[in-house]
Nanobody
Framework: QVQLVESGGGLVQAGGSLRLSCAASGGTFSSKPMAWVRQAPGKEREFVARISRRGDSTYYANSVKGRFTISRDNGKNTVYLQMNSLKPEDTADYLC?????????????????????WGQGTQVTVSS
C-alpha cells in the first residue's frame, strides 16, 4: 500500500516557476518508478514526467520538455517536479503516481492508466 501526498501548487504568472513535491509512505519508495500526471478541467489525464527507481533516467512529455524537471530523493521518500517558464496551458491539477508493478515498456510507461497509486493532486494555475 502506497500513500502519496502532493504539495507546492499555487497561482503564478506566465513565465514563473513552481516546485511540486510528492511525499510517499506505506511502501518501498525506492523500488518504484514515479510519475507526474496532470488533468485540466474537462480533459483526460495527461502524462507529464516519469523518473526511474534510482532517479538516473527521466522522461518528459513533449509539451513540457526543456521546462520541467522531475527528480527524487529516496532518502526522503519524495519526488519533485520543478516547473519553469510556466504557460497558461500548464494550468491543471497535478497528481503524483507510483508504478508499483514496474513491468511496462516503451510508450506504455507513459499511459496514465497504468499507474495504480495516486495522490490527491495539487492545483497549478498559470495566469496570462
Amino acid at each position: 500500500q502506497v500513500q502519496l501526498v502532493e504539495s507546492g501548487g499555487g497561482l503564478v504568472q506566465a513565465g514563473g516557476s513552481l516546485r511540486l513535491s510528492c511525499a510517499a509512505s506505506g511502501g518501498t519508495f525506492s523500488s518504484k518508478p514515479m510519475a507526474w500526471v496532470r488533468q485540466a478541467p474537462g480533459k483526460e489525464r495527461e502524462f507529464v514526467a516519469r523518473i526511474s527507481r534510482r532517479g538516473d533516467s527521466t522522461y518528459y512529455a513533449n509539451s513540457v520538455k526543456g521546462r520541467f524537471t522531475i527528480s527524487r530523493d529516496n532518502g526522503k521518500n519524495t519526488v519533485y517536479l520543478q516547473m519553469n517558464s510556466l504557460k497558461p496551458e500548464d494550468t491543471a491539477d497535478y497528481l503524483c503516481a507510483a508504478d508499483v508493478n514496474n513491468a511496462c515498456s516503451g510508450y506504455g510507461c507513459f499511459r496514465p492508466s497504468m499507474y495504480e497509486y495516486w495522490g490527491q493532486g495539487t492545483q497549478v494555475t498559470v495566469s496570462s
